[in-house]
């Protein structure tokens, strides 16, 4: 039987593609979902999943070399699988894990910016510091936006990993550069 996310396909012919794949990978797919998920309502959930993945890229899925269809079939499946197994605790699990991240991120942020400051300050003429600390405050506000942008933009031309990866390298150059900073306290 057919799953209901290809029976209820608009364009016959996409239809008719998609029922071909699914009964010629139906059972790898199940295979492979049940390797990693033990539960049979989770593997039904994992393949489904990927199926509405691949009909939302059937049209590029036609113009694929045939011999190579497993691929194409498996690898949303991986993706949806490894996305419950990297943090399977649920939604609202994973909702706490993400504000606690972020709340700690927040901490070392915070804490950054205190010894920042202190730096700043320190260094600064006592008769010029609330002009430089108005304009690096200036400076560091106008910044938040358009490294936003930035990252956006870098994000839509570039695979996720690489963007994460230059940044955590710059950060960690940075880091390193900044430990001068850090030794006097």
Same mark, same amino acid.
């Given at each position: 039987?057919?799953?209901? /996310? ?6 016959v012919?996409?239809r ?9 990978? &139906? ?14 309502d989770?593997q ?11 009909? =939302?890229?059937? %049209? @590029?899925?036609r113009?694929?070399? *045939? *011999?190579k ?6 690898y #949303? ?10 943090? #399977?605790?649920g939604?609202? !699990?994973?909702?706490? /894990?993400?504000? @606690?991240?972020?709340? /700690? !991120?927040?901490?070392m =942020?915070?804490? +950054? %910016?205190?010894?920042?400051? %202190? ?7 006592? &008769?010029?510091t609330g002009k430089v ?7 560091s506000?106008?910044?938040?936006p358009?490294g ?6 870098? +994000?839509?031309? %570039?695979p996720?990993? @690489?963007v ?8 960690c150059?940075?880091?390193?550069? =900044?430990?001068?900073? +850090?030794?006097?306290w």
């Amino acid at each position: 039987m057919l799953p209901t /996310v290809i029976t209820e396909m608009e364009n016959v012919s996409d239809r008719q593609f998609m029922a071909d794949l699914y009964e010629n990978y &139906h059972r790898l797919m199940y295979r492979t979902a049940a390797k990693c998920v033990p539960d049979r309502d989770e593997q039904d959930e994992a393949v489904q999943d990927a199926l509405v993945r691949l009909i =939302a890229k059937v %049209s @590029l899925l036609r113009g694929l070399d *045939r *011999r190579k269809d497993q691929s194409y079939v498996l690898y #949303p499946l991986s993706q949806e699988i490894l996305s419950r197994l990297l943090l #399977p605790v649920g939604a609202m !699990g994973q909702c706490g /894990v993400l504000v @606690l991240v972020f709340c /700690v !991120g927040q901490a070392m =942020a915070c804490t +950054f %910016s205190i010894f920042a400051v %202190s730096a700043i300050q320190q260094r600064t003429p006592e &008769h010029m510091t609330g002009k430089v600390m108005a304009c690096v405050s200036t400076i560091s506000m106008c910044a938040q936006p358009v490294g936003q942008l930035a990252y956006g933009l870098w +994000f839509d031309a %570039s695979p996720g990993w @690489l963007v994460l990866g230059v940044s955590g390298a710059v950060i960690c150059l940075l880091g390193m550069g =900044a430990k001068e900073l +850090f030794k006097k306290w």
